[in-house]
Nanobody, 121 residues
Framework: QVHLVESGGGLVQPGGSLTLSCVAS????????MGWYRQAPGKQRELVAI???????NYGPSVKGRFTISRDHARNTVTLQMNSLDPDDTAVYYC???????????????WGQGTQVTVSS
């Protein structure tokens, strides 16, 4: 069984910084990509950032220049450094990965349970 476990959410003031981390554990065999989506109340889930297998990151338009994603292939982890946070960044952040497990030899999408990020003074 595969698990994506997030950490690092919390409350931060506008203009502040926060770092989110996610580790893929369990019967992980091969990871295609890892990244983050977010969902604010009353809004659709949207892409924040994805670290692709070729190392090229993709960012959502609202976070470009403020957020940085990095991936540790050896540790099956992905980290999101969030700077210059704005109240509009308030949302539940979900770790995402498209990966193959040892028990099911096909790529599938996996999600973490989510971690709350609140930007407020």
């Amino acid at each position: 069984q595969v698990h994506l476990v997030e950490s690092g959410g919390g409350l931060v003031q506008p203009g502040g910084s926060l770092t989110l981390s996610c580790v893929a554990s369990g019967t992980v065999y091969k990871i295609h990509n890892m990244g983050w989506y977010r969902q604010a109340p009353g809004k659709q889930r949207e892409l924040v950032a994805i670290a692709q297998s070729d190392g090229i990151p993709n960012y959502g338009p609202s976070v470009k220049g403020r957020f940085t994603i990095s991936r540790d292939h050896a540790r099956n982890t992905v980290t999101l450094q969030m700077n210059s946070l704005d109240p509009d960044d308030t949302a539940v952040y979900y770790c995402y990965s498209r990966l193959m497990s040892r028990t099911h030899i096909a790529f599938s999408n996996f999600w973490g349970q989510g971690t709350q990020v609140t930007v407020s003074s």
